[in-house]
């Protein structure tokens, strides 16, 4: 039985799976799925939850914040900043919530102190021109 080998990547660790006899993810065209022999492929997955299955398991389930999967001579790359693996789909579901939760309190975080900068930019190019230091734009 032909079958496809899997290498989850991302920043800090990898893990690789033999004898996975399908694959299925989601891009911006929908859920797609992908059997040994598929033909080459590559796409950006969606936020959210792919799955596969191998011989010895049940479905597998990986929680990403979108991806990038090349897939060529059944191999099968997801390269992603983090990931999560769980053959538990509820468990899974509650961890991916709780990790884009985490990333927009972050993202927001970065958003408000970016504001504050450039506040504190424009707060301090008014004073320069209120005390008649003259500036040029090239040099902002």
């Known amino acids: 039985m032909k079958s496809i080998k899997v290498l989850l990547q991302d920043v800090t660790h990898s893990e690789q799976y033999e004898d996975v006899t399908s694959f299925v993810g989601e891009d911006k065209s929908g859920s797609f799925g992908i059997l ?6 590559m796409t950006a997955l969606a ?3 792919c ?39 509820g468990r899974i579901s509650v961890a991916l919530a709780d ?12 958003k408000q102190s970016l504001r504050q900068m ?11 021109r209120r005390s008649g ?3 040029s734009h090239d040099e902002v």
């Not at 040994?36 to 492929?41: A, I, V």
Request: proline share 1%; charged share 30%; net charge negative.
């Open 36 to 41: 040994p022999n598929h033909d080459r492929l």
């Open 47 to 49: 936020i959210g939850l």
């Open 51 to 89: 799955r596969f299955k191998t011989v010895q398991h049940d479905w597998l389930y990986v929680a990403t914040a979108g991806a990038l999967l090349y897939f060529h001579d059944n191999r099968l790359y997801l390269t992603t900043r983090h990931f999560l693996i769980d053959n538990d789909y």
């Open 99 to 110: 990790q884009l939760l985490e990333e927009e309190t972050r993202l927001r975080g970065q």
């Open 118 to 128: 450039e506040e504190e930019v424009l707060k301090r190019l008014w004073e320069l």
């Open 133 to 135: 230091v003259s500036y």
